[in-house]
């Protein structure tokens, strides 16, 4: 599959997670998430991993793909509310691929993750 076409679905899955996040917290970004980080990361647990991290309002764009093998670092661009009002913030997300799809295998925060 050329690289593109590979960045244009990556790019897709981050837009779809990054909204799910702004919707439903962790909760909306626990269905995205590689089966390898589900198999030791639960719900509850990542919800309590990405608590010190500001929930996204939004996605604004992913400002780039880089692959490496069957894995991909996008940097994501996404609109976070602080104590100044809104801002845009970017953050790098690393996703596995899992058959034909894009799953993320690592997002800030979830290193603290456990079952």
Request: with cysteine; net charge negative.
């Amino acid at each position: 599959m050329p690289e593109d076409e590979r960045a244009r679905q990556v790019s897709g899955v981050a837009e779809l997670a990054a909204n799910a996040y702004a919707a439903a917290g962790a909760d909306g970004l626990y269905d995205y998430l590689a089966p390898v980080v589900v198999a030791n990361c639960s719900k509850q647990g990542l919800a309590t991993a990405l608590a010190s991290q500001p929930v996204p309002e939004g996605f604004v764009r992913t400002s780039s793909v880089n692959f490496d093998g069957d894995s991909a670092q996008a940097r994501i661009v996404q609109r976070v509310q602080d104590g100044s009002g809104t801002k845009e913030v970017e953050v790098e997300w690393t996703f596995a691929a899992v058959g034909d799809s894009w799953r993320l295998n690592h997002v800030p925060g979830l290193e603290g993750c456990s079952r």
